[in-house]
């Protein structure tokens, strides 16, 4: 079968490596979808995602499929199940795990690495799905549930002020994950007016560019600041224009090399809470709720649609972070 590889140094690459069979409770799912990830393009600079990256590693964990075949132990799933996958592996042993964060996982590792026609994740990471939702939405639930766990972590107010940075992907899900969270105002901060557009179409109630908000910060109290793009600068401005008991939530994966700093002293007075978000603990079953009940949009999200072979180009066009969601189809089924 072929698999989509980074093996160091930039260089992208499909293998074909052997299929396997089905062991203990693990499941085989012949892959549909899978999403290009912000992570994905991390690995490939050479930087570390959620994990420490030693290529060669096959790229991808947002996938979906139908499973063809299931181990000895497997008791939920059947060949011929349409499912989603969670990709990240929890022993369900550890102290960590024991205390509900199978985040921290100690043996916390990858399954479900999706740029491969077959994955074999253990049946606790795997999600069956409803008839009435399609694959390549399907493949939604990994991005949207780490977003889910940022926005539990925060907890919106209904009516309060929230401002969110960028419109990526996960931006994109992000924006109406707040709309629905009752938000009272929502300002999308984007430097590209198409991207703007978008933020309107998908519930924003106004779209500005950094230097607008700077200005919009003096006039009105914004109760959540959601910083979904990861660079130093806009992390910096986030922290700076949240108001008086704000909650600033920097989920975009910033750069090691490039730690944020900010005025302790202005976040004293404001009383500032600051928060990140590692992963998508509890969260996949109700990122595959939310894309069965249809409220969210994910075609407008969708950039482009490449096979496992066009993915090296994308992953060296640096502007990847510009666009929208590249969905990369395996099988191809819906
Ligand atoms: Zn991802
Ligand atoms: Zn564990």
């Known amino acids: 079968m072929k698999a989509g590889y980074y093996v160091g140094d930039y260089t992208y690459e499909v293998r074909d490596i052997p299929e396997n069979e089905p062991v203990e409770d693990q499941v085989k799912i012949r892959v549909a979808w899978c999403g290009l990830c912000g992570t994905d393009v991390h690995k490939f600079q050479g930087k570390n995602g959620a994990s420490v990256v030693v290529p060669p590693i096959i790229l991808g964990h947002e996938c979906s499929g139908i499973v063809t075949a299931v181990g000895p132990e497997c008791?939920?799933?059947?060949?011929?199940?349409?499912?989603?996958?969670?990709?990240?592996?929890?022993?369900?042993?550890?102290?960590?795990?024991?205390?509900?964060?199978?985040?921290?996982?100690?043996?916390?590792?990858?399954?479900?690495?999706?740029?491969?026609?077959?994955?074999?994740?253990p049946e606790q990471n795997v999600y069956p799905i409803a008839d009435s939702l399609d694959l390549e939405t399907a493949a939604f639930t990994e991005p949207l549930s780490c977003a889910i766990h940022g926005l539990d972590l925060i907890q919106i107010q209904s009516g309060k002020t929230v401002v969110m940075y960028g419109m990526g992907a996960?931006?994109?899900?992000?924006?109406?994950?707040?709309?629905?969270?009752?938000?009272?105002?929502?300002?999308?901060?984007?430097?590209?007016?198409?991207?703007?557009?978008?933020?309107?179409?998908?519930?924003?109630?106004?779209?500005?560019?950094?230097?607008?908000?700077?200005?919009?910060?003096?006039?009105?109290?914004?109760?959540?600041?959601?910083?979904?793009?990861?660079?130093?600068?806009t992390m910096e401005q986030a922290i700076k224009i949240a108001g008086k008991n704000g909650k600033v939530l920097l989920f975009g994966l910033g750069d090691p090399e490039e730690p944020v700093?900010?005025?302790?002293?202005?976040?004293?007075?404001?009383e500032l809470s600051i928060y990140t978000s590692f992963l998508n603990p509890h969260t996949s079953e109700r990122a595959v709720k939310l894309l069965e009940s249809g409220l969210l949009d994910t075609k407008s999200i969708i950039s482009a649609e490449l096979s496992l072979e066009e993915i090296g180009s994308e992953l060296r066009a640096l502007e990847y972070s510009r666009k929208g969601k590249v969905m990369v189809y395996l099988s191809k089924e819906h």
Request: hydrophobic share 35%.
């Open 261 to 270: 700093s900010f005025n302790q002293f202005e976040a004293y007075t404001k």
């Open 75 to 121: 008791k939920y799933f059947k060949p011929g199940d349409r499912v989603a996958c969670d990709p990240s592996y929890g022993c369900g042993k550890c102290s960590w795990c024991q205390q509900g964060f199978p985040n921290f996982c100690i043996e916390r590792h990858g399954v479900a690495k999706g740029f491969s026609e077959y994955v074999y994740p």
């Open 170 to 233: 996960i931006g994109s899900l992000m924006l109406q994950l707040i709309k629905y969270s009752g938000a009272g105002e929502i300002i999308v901060v984007e430097r590209e007016a198409e991207k703007r557009e978008l933020a309107l179409k998908l519930g924003a109630s106004l779209a500005v560019t950094d230097q607008e908000i700077e200005a919009l910060s003096k006039e009105l109290n914004i109760d959540y600041v959601v910083e979904c793009i990861g660079l130093k600068q």
